[in-house]
């Protein structure tokens, strides 16, 4: 059902390229792949806060779900939320900085399936795989809508 998901565990300690102000090479160019699953944690579990990203693309790219199929068997694109990973870092590097345990989930470019409609796509299963306080989903807003960026726990059933 899911293009294999390659899984990453990224260092916190690799986030930044301090001269730059840019992610670290590394995490960027996880960041510009296609269907990577990024972790990133501080602290042990219970985590107090959990930052989910499920549509991150790279910069420019308007596009995910290129090869998804809906129940007929037709090409559903879903739209991507270009570089919202970078505000999720910044999130999660302030919770960092004052020592707060979290992780840090982002699915880069899924191509063949919306990562937080389906419970059990490898996005899902992460972010619910340990208790947390507090979950929050990223999510960029594109022109057609009245905000920028969109911080929500989702409204599926």
Known sequence: MYTKVQIHHVNPH???HMEEYVPHPTLANLLSARDRLIIISHGSP???????????TAGGVWQICEQRRDKHGHIKPRPGDDNVALYALAAF?????????GKLVIM??????DPNKLPDSPYCQEIF?????????????GPRRRLDLELSAGSNP
């Open 129 to 141: 795989s340990q208790e947390t306080v507090l979950l929050f989903e990223c999510h960029a807003a």
């Open 14 to 16: 690799l986030l930044w």
């Open 108 to 113: 880069a470019h899924a191509t063949t399936h």
């Open 46 to 56: 219970p985590y107090r806060v959990v930052l989910g990203v499920p549509h991150h």
């Open 93 to 101: 590097s302030a919770l960092k900085a004052r020592n707060i345990p």
